[in-house]
T-cell receptor
Framework: AQTVTQSQPEMSVQEAETVTLSCTYDTSESDYYLFWYKQPPSRQMILVIRQEAYKQQNATENRFSVNFQKAAKSFSLKISDSQLGDAAMYFCAYRSDQGAQKLVFGQGTRLTINP | EAQVTQNPRYLITVTGKKLTVTCSQNMNHEYMSWYRQDPGLGLRQIYYSMNVEVTDKGDVPEGYKVSRKEKRNFPLILESPSPNQTSLYFC??????????????????FGAGSRLTVL
């Protein structure tokens, strides 16, 4: 079974600075998808960014980018120019290319933005 | 507005009192699923459904039941709730069952969550 590990329960960063959240995963599959979700205090699950494993190019969405290292099974999220609205719980998730659309989530990282 | 709607958003109940958390989506999605979120554990899948009348267990199905009699609805039933089912519950849906080659683009849409406390 696949597993996802987020080793940083909490992170903090100064407003306008850059922060990187770590995620590693374990799988024997070669094709899969990786996601980062944001959960603000409202509890809503918001998709931040996604990466297909067959794509070598790292995904980017505005201030959010990933560093996808397939061989190392690592999928970190970089947030540039951090804003107060980025404060949230962030979850890394894995989805197999086989079978139904089940997401396997990491434990989450709570990000605090200091003004 | 395209959305997944869960009710109730908050519920406090007592051990053994049957309850149902409803989930409805207005996007004509085939795939629906339930997750529970617990501190330090992330979200874990309880049950999922790939189409009407087709349901299957996820990773933590014990103590839960589901049904999919209509495409839009996927209720989660706790027949005899226990304190270890105190959690934050999410319903999610997707247009695709995830079996096609290009299904990676089909992302789950989540409901707003239901906070359940069992005393």
């Amino acid at each position: 079974a696949q597993t996802v590990t987020q080793s940083q329960p909490e992170m903090s960063v100064q407003e306008a600075e850059t922060v990187t959240l770590s995620c590693t995963y374990d799988t024997s599959e070669s094709d899969y998808y990786l996601f980062w979700y944001k959960q603000p205090p409202s509890r809503q699950m918001i998709l931040v960014i996604r990466q297909e494993a067959y794509k070598q190019q790292n995904a980017t969405e505005n201030r959010f980018s990933v560093n996808f290292q397939k061989a190392a099974k690592s999928f970190s999220l970089k947030i540039s120019d951090s804003q107060l609205g980025d404060a949230a719980m962030y979850f890394c998730a894995y989805r197999s290319d086989q079978g139904a659309q089940k997401l396997v989530f990491g434990q989450g990282t709570r990000l605090t933005i200091n003004p | 507005e395209a959305q997944v709607t869960q009710n109730p958003r908050y519920l406090i109940t007592v051990t053994g009192k049957k309850l149902t958390v409803t989930c409805s989506q207005n996007m004509n999605h085939e795939y629906m699923s339930w997750y529970r979120q617990d501190p330090g554990l992330g979200l874990r899948q309880i049950y999922y459904s790939m189409n009407v009348e087709v349901t299957d267990k996820g990773d933590v199905p014990e103590g839960y039941k589901v049904s999919r009699k209509e495409k839009r609805n996927f209720p989660l039933i706790l027949e005899s709730p226990s304190p270890n089912q105190t959690s934050l519950y999410f319903c999610a849906s997707s247009p695709d069952r995830g079996l096609s080659q290009n299904s990676g683009a089909n992302v789950l849409t989540f409901g707003a969550g239901s906070r359940l406390t069992v005393l």
